[in-house]
């Protein structure tokens, strides 16, 4: 599973998705988010602007990557 690392306390679902890579852009991102196709911990969400905390879980076609803040 891929780690995204940030230094700030939370990411924008939108945001960690693109820094990721799993997405291009925030369009593209908007748009697969707002479809139902992403979920957090295991559940969908549909929420662009979800703020994601240290140890959250995000998976898109298969593909996971956990938020790794520094404390």
Known sequence: MQTVNI???FIKLGQAMKLAGMVESGVEAKI???SGEVKVNGEVDDRRGRKLYNGDVVEWKGK???????Q
């Open 32 to 34: 697969v988010i707002t």
């Open 64 to 70: 996971q990557f956990v938020i790794s803040a520094k």
């Open 7 to 9: 230094r700030d306390e």
